[in-house]
């Protein structure tokens, strides 16, 4: 049977861009795409619904509890659950890449890493760079894990999500799904994708000091609890 894709945006004030994300969605190829409106104050969730995607509310802020705001909306005929930030980071032409590895059953879960040939110029900062480095080299180190990124820009087969029994309601979301996956032999896949510079709204957690230390802390946190009790 074929597979049925859907396509989850967490989005905070996200109006601005939005905009410009979902019209340049492969919408032929979504059986479902979602914005999960995580406690808004612009228009995030009026945007996304003229611009014809489904919205659910989740109120309490974090990209986790979006993220399973969003899952708790699939449709049950859905197999293949796609997950991209709302920023315009990424080019949604690109979920192709992500998507083919898992349609060609080569792989049950693939992100899209952010290469540094693809990167334009300041799409992630200096601190953004580094974490990503030493969060993969220390799952390396922990789990023997061979990850080169965090990037949110993923897809994965249903059944294995399922699996997995997420559970991080904030930013330790991917770095949780990368453990989960690598601990349950799920078959993973890293494909290159292009990242750029935000252009529309402004960053959550890169755009601010306070942001970019509270991620960092809990993705090194979330990765020595699964180092400590899997």
């Not at 396509?7 to 032929?28: D, K």
């Not at 969003?70 to 005929?77: D, F, N, R, S």
């Not at 799409?123 to 180190?141: K, N, S």
């Not at 330790?172 to 494909?191: C, F, P, S, Y």
Request: charged residues 25%; proline residues 6%.
């Amino acid at each position: 049977m074929p597979h049925r894709v859907a396509l989850i945006l967490p989005a905070l004030n996200e109006e601005e861009s939005l905009a410009a994300v979902l019209p340049a969605l492969p919408w032929a190829e979504l059986a479902q795409v979602i914005v999960v409106d995580n406690g808004s104050r612009d228009r995030t969730a009026e945007v996304a619904r003229r611009c014809g995607a489904q919205v659910a509310i989740e109120p309490r802020r974090g990209y986790g509890r979006a993220c399973l705001a969003g899952i708790a909306a699939l449709k049950p005929e859905i197999s293949v659950v796609a997950f991209m930030d709302a920023d315009g980071s990424h080019d949604p032409a690109e979920l192709r890449l992500l998507l083919d590895p898992i349609l060609r059953e080569e792989a049950d879960f693939v992100i899209g890493t952010r290469a540094a040939a693809l990167r334009e110029p300041w799409a992630m900062t200096p601190q953004q760079i580094f974490g990503d480095l030493l969060a993969t080299r220390l799952m390396r180190l922990l789990f023997g894990a061979p990850y080169a990124d965090l990037g949110p820009f993923r897809a994965i087969r249903r059944d294995a999500l399922d699996r997995l029994g997420m559970c991080d309601t904030d930013f330790g979301w991917t770095v949780e799904m990368q453990i989960k996956a690598h601990l349950a032999g799920v078959r993973v896949a890293e494909v290159p994708v292009h990242c750029r510079r935000r252009r529309l709204g402004r960053s959550k957690v890169s755009g601010t000091v306070r942001g970019t230390v509270m991620a960092g802390l809990k993705i090194l946190w979330t990765i020595f609890r699964y180092r400590v009790t899997p």
